[in-house]
Structure formats: structure tokens, C-alpha cells
């Protein structure tokens, strides 16, 4: 089992629709999570982190995290074709060790 | 502000020829990594060094050495390059995470390597 998981898609949505993405992870001990997006060619870039249970909201990104099912998820509210992109979760697992999923391809249709 | 820097963008090497990856930061974090990033495999950390002065393995150390120059510099040596090593590398920094800092990761804008 692959310590974090995710659906390597394609995605795709219409714009304007929610586009769902999930990860799961398998350290118990694992700290802080994070969403970053990686735009083809370039270096990812932070969208968002969420360290507590629940939801945390900037914008229209919503991520959610459920430390009992080890499960990570963001939420991308009306979506753009600009949001189109690799969704990289990663977890931090340790003070130093982060570990990242395979990404997750997302394709908003005009 | 330049964040993290990475040199060179773009290298093409031979099998067994050797080259070092350079990495700079001046956000005057602690810790420093690099990745490497292939396709359906995601980032896999190299090495990392949590503060000056200390370097430790990560996932897919084998083929490469790093230095922690200063707190400034990390950087990546491939002693004797194979095709293997044809990847996107990835030098990041961060501080370490706690209630007040977020322990995001930030990225240079990588490093395309071909070894032929």
C-alpha cells in the first residue's frame, strides 16, 4: 500500500461545476496536510493546508480532513479552466518527512 | 524576491559523467530538500537537510550525494550518471511546522535532466 493515495484521473468537470479531488494516507501520525497544484512544466505551488479535523475554506477552495478515516479531500468551487492541473496532496509525516501522492490530472471543460 | 533558485534549468549528460545541481534560498529556512519527479511517480525525496550542518536520506538516495554548504545552499551531485536518472528534480525549503507556521514546502522551478 502506497503511503499516499490518490486517483490519478483525468478529472474532468464543466466549468463551473465542483470538482472533487480525495486522497488518502496511511501514517496515523501524520501531522499536516497539504494541496498543492502543479500547472505542466512547472514547480508545484501551495493552494492549501489543513492540520485540524473539519474544513478549512479560502476562497474557492474547501479542504476537508478526517484523521479517523485517514482521508484528505479539496474542493474546488466553480471551476475554471484555469484550475486545470496535477493536484498534488502531500502529508507530513514526522517533522521532516513529506510524502506526496502520484496527483491527481483535473480538466475543467469550457 | 527570489524564493528558491535552482541551477542549471536545462543539462543533457552522458552515462558516467557527473554534475551538480545547485539550490539557493533566502527565506532563512532550516531545512532543505531534493525531489525528484517522474512521470506516475510523484515527487520522491532524494536527500534533505533539516538544518545546517546535516544531511539524511531520503526515499531514492542511491547515485546521489548532497551538501549543506551553508544555510543558503544545498546542492546535488550525480557522480557517475545513468539513464535512470533522467527525471525533473526539485530543490524546496521550508521551516519546521508548528501551530504558527504552516510548514509549506516551497519550490525552485526545477531542473530537466537527460542522461543519454
Known amino acids: ?61 474547501t479542504a476537508q480532513l478526517n484523521k ?19 493536484y498534488l496532496c502531500a502529508v507530513l509525516s514526522g517533522t521532516y518527512k513529506y510524502i506526496f501522492g502520484t496527483g491527481t490530472r483535473l480538466k475543467v471543460l469550457a | 524576491n527570489a524564493g528558491v533558485t535552482q541551477t542549471p534549468k536545462f543539462q543533457v549528460l552522458k552515462t558516467g559523467q557527473s554534475m551538480t545541481l545547485q539550490c539557493a534560498q533566502d527565506m532563512n529556512h532550516n531545512s532543505m530538500y531534493w525531489y525528484r519527479q517522474d512521470p506516475g511517480m510523484g515527487l520522491r ?27 543558503r545552499e544545498f546542492s546535488l551531485r550525480l557522480e557517475s550518471a545513468a539513464p535512470s536518472q533522467t527525471s525533473v528534480y526539485f530543490c524546496a525549503s521550508s521551516e519546521v511546522w508548528t501551530s504558527e507556521n504552516t510548514g509549506e514546502l516551497f519550490f525552485g522551478e526545477g531542473s530537466r ?4
Open chain 1, 1 to 61: 500500500q502506497k503511503e499516499v493515495e490518490q486517483n490519478s484521473g483525468p478529472l474532468s468537470v464543466p466549468e463551473g461545476a465542483i470538482a472533487s479531488l480525495n486522497c488518502t494516507y496511511s501514517d496515523r501520525g501524520s501531522q499536516s496536510f497539504f494541496w498543492y497544484r502543479q500547472y505542466s512544466g512547472k514547480s508545484p505551488e501551495l493552494i492549501m493546508f489543513i492540520y485540524s479535523n473539519g474544513d478549512k475554506e479560502d476562497g474557492r477552495f
Open chain 1, 68 to 86: 479517523a478515516s485517514q482521508y484528505v479531500s479539496l474542493l474546488i468551487r466553480d471551476s475554471q479552466p484555469s484550475d486545470s492541473a496535477t
Open chain 2, 45 to 71: 525525496l532524494i536527500y534533505y537537510s533539516a538544518s545546517e550542518g546535516t544531511t539524511d536520506k531520503g526515499e531514492v538516495p542511491n547515485g546521489y550525494n548532497v551538501s549543506r554548504l551553508n544555510k
Open chain 2, 113 to 116: 535532466l537527460t542522461v543519454l
